[in-house]
């Protein structure tokens, strides 16, 4: 008699999908969202402000050390020394021949 039809057990099925999919993750993760505010302050950045920037990636990886996250702020680091160290060679270089 009042036996669902098969369009309203889809249609609970679709409902119950998506507010499993709400509830369960479809907003960032702590750790991104950690990544994605490193990286904002990374465009912003100046050579005073790497280590806190460089402080930022190291907070991602401490959430999580095995995650794609982590990985990606390993990569930011190294590029960020490797930024800084040729900033302070090309500063030298400049500084020994009196050019400012």
């Not at 679709?14 to 990286?39: I, P």
């Not at 100046?46 to 907070?59: D, F, K, N, P, V």
């Amino acid at each position: 008699m009042n036996a669902p039809t098969r369009n309203s057990r889809a249609l609970r099925i679709c409902l119950t999908l998506g507010l499993a999919l709400l509830a369960g993750g479809c907003g960032k993760s702590v750790q991104q969202k950690a990544f994605d505010d490193a990286l904002g302050k990374e465009q912003q950045m100046s050579e005073a402000t790497t280590g806190a920037i460089i402080a930022e990636y190291s907070r991602v990886i401490a959430l999580q050390p095995d995650s794609e996250w982590a990985a990606l702020a390993r990569a930011r680091i190294e590029a960020l020394e490797a930024k800084a160290k040729a900033a302070e060679l090309h500063k030298s270089i400049f500084q020994e021949h009196g050019v400012d």
